[in-house]
């Protein structure tokens, strides 16, 4: 039986299951090419000067140069968690595209996009907190 087939026969099943596979072959991604090290130092650097950010809140000069501070660290943060999204975008647009023509036919035709990003976004906070991903 072929997967078309099984879509078919009962498409809500069917785009859970998809996108539980994409939202783990994604995570994977992400994991392999996200720089972990970087990306926890960068979070424990946002982390104190949100902590020096509560104790000078009544000095203005003060909490201007600790915000400029923070934002010095976004670029870095941005170049990241660019990397994983770049290699997984263009196979995501191609699963999308099958995705839409494959369930067009069928009686979730309006709404499988909305099945599809229910379901992935608490796959992927459930895979996640699995495997401690945060």
């Known amino acids: 039986m072929a ?54 809140k009544n000095d203005p000069e003060k909490v201007m140069e600790l915000n400029k501070k923070m934002m010095q660290d976004f670029p870095e943060q941005m170049r990241a968690s660019l990397k994983p999204m770049i290699v997984t975008i263009v196979p995501i647009l191609i699963f999308f595209g099958w995705l839409k023509s494959t369930f067009a036919g069928t009686d979730i035709a309006g709404t499988w996009l909305w099945w599809y990003i229910i379901s992935s976004i608490i796959f992927s906070i459930l895979i996640r907190k699995i495997f401690g991903l945060q």
């Open 3 to 56: 997967i078309t087939e099984l879509i078919q026969i009962n498409p809500r099943i069917s785009i859970v299951i998809l996108s539980l596979i994409a939202s783990l072959i994604i995570t994977i991604i992400s994991y392999f090419l996200t720089d972990r090290g970087k990306m926890k130092e960068i979070r424990e650097r946002q982390k104190e000067i949100r902590l020096e950010l509560k104790q000078v």
